[in-house]
């Protein structure tokens, strides 16, 4: 079966990027996304297929995947960006994977 | 305006059933794949099931495969989920999901309208 592998937390000043990583086999082949959850909220999806921003995500958010590795990157991190970030992937011997999160504290 | 708004949520004792539902409005339901994805207290996304656009291919995690069955009613734009012989381990907040895609079974998939979930409870 197919895993997605985050790590559990990172943490970053705010003002500065911070980059949140997902790991899985041929991950850069794969159209990876990702989803920002807030405390006691839904997830939001905040960069699909790889690297393409929904409407009314800042442009500060972006995406890229290479090899085993896809990453989402937050420039000028503000507080408002603390959240659980998941990444999912798709494929054909799991069907929908989810990575197990990675929790972004805003220092 | 996209929403997604789910109900049926519950405590039931091991081995009962429940029937979670979830109200669409802003798009129709038979033009788009959507999912079941839960969520077990303090832990990460879990996908459940998915009903592709044509609601003739249905699909399932091996966790509840066999147990759940996810369809939809076209006239009233809902998507339903039947969880039978319910486990402790089922205890989870329930989110019904709309993909950007017509169907799940692609790897551009991706989920861009969530509900504000439901609440299972599995305990005797």
């Known amino acids: 079966s197919y895993e997605l592998t985050q790590s559990p937390s990172v943490s970053v000043s705010a003002g500065q990027t911070a980059s949140i990583t997902c790991s899985g086999d041929k991950l850069g082949n794969k159209y990876a996304c990702w989803y920002r959850q807030r405390a006691g909220q839904s997830p939001e999806l905040v960069m699909f297929q790889r690297d393409e921003r929904p409407s009314g995500i800042p442009e500060r958010f972006s995406g890229s995947s290479s090899g085993d590795t896809a990453t989402l990157t937050i420039s000028g991190t503000q507080p408002m960006d603390e959240a659980d970030y998941y990444c999912?992937?798709?494929?054909?011997?799991?069907?929908?994977?989810f990575g197990g999160g990675t929790k972004l504290t805003v220092l | 305006e996209v929403q997604l708004l789910e109900s049926g949520g519950g405590l039931v004792q091991p081995g009962e059933s429940l029937r979670l539902s979830c109200a669409a409005s802003?798009?129709?339901?038979?033009?788009?794949?959507m999912s079941w994805v839960r969520q077990a207290p303090g832990k990460g996304l879990e996908w459940l099931s998915s009903?592709?656009?044509?609601?003739?291919?249905?699909y399932y995690a091996g966790s509840v495969k066999g147990r759940f069955t996810i369809s939809r009613d076209n006239s009233k734009n809902t998507l339903s989920l039947q969880m039978n012989s319910l486990r402790a381990e089922d205890t989870a907040i329930y989110y019904c999901?709309?993909?950007?895609?017509?169907?799940?079974?692609?790897?551009?998939?991706?989920?861009?309208?969530w509900g504000q979930g439901t609440l299972v409870t599995v305990s005797a």
């Open positions: 802003g798009f129709s339901v038979s033009s788009y794949a």
């Open positions: 999912q992937a798709w494929d054909s011997s799991t069907e929908v994977v």
């Open positions: 009903l592709d656009y044509s609601g003739a291919n249905t």
């Open positions: 999901a709309k993909a950007g895609t017509k169907t799940t079974r692609t790897p551009l998939l991706y989920f861009d309208f």
